[in-house]
């Protein structure tokens, strides 16, 4: 004995490959998120490198170290940052900035007490 059932609906081409369209449409806006979130933590991972830099390179600089030095520290952890280097009174200032990703620019300051240790 067969049993039939009514309102069975797999056998309908109404909604056949509904699934496979709203996939089609969802698939790109998830990209797009996921592309933003990466590019938005790679531009914060490059921040931090930065000013890390930055404040080494005013330590640097506070103590006596050649502009050179202080340079090459900054741009050793972040190539092809532009660094600018200024007396500030008793502190040494080191400011730079930096490409990130998708057109960003980033820029970090520090300084140090001159002649500290």
């Not at 049993?3 to 969802?26: H, L, P």
């Not at 592309?35 to 933590?41: D, E, F, K, P, T």
């Not at 090459?72 to 990703?101: E, M």
């Amino acid at each position: 004995m067969t049993s039939t059932r009514r309102g069975d609906d797999r056998g309908s081409s109404d909604d056949r490959g509904s699934v496979v369209a709203e996939f089609a449409v969802a698939l790109p806006a998830v990209v797009l998120v996921l592309a933003v979130g990466v590019g938005a933590l790679a531009a914060g991972a490059r921040q931090v490198r930065l000013q890390d830099a930055v404040a080494d390179a005013a330590r640097l600089s506070a103590r006596g170290e050649s502009d050179g030095r202080a340079r090459q520290a900054v741009t050793s952890a972040v190539p092809g940052a532009a660094v600018q280097i200024a007396a500030r009174g008793d502190l040494v200032c080191v400011a730079a900035s930096a490409d990130a990703v998708l057109g960003l620019r980033v820029t970090a300051e520090g300084c140090a007490l001159a002649g500290g240790l």
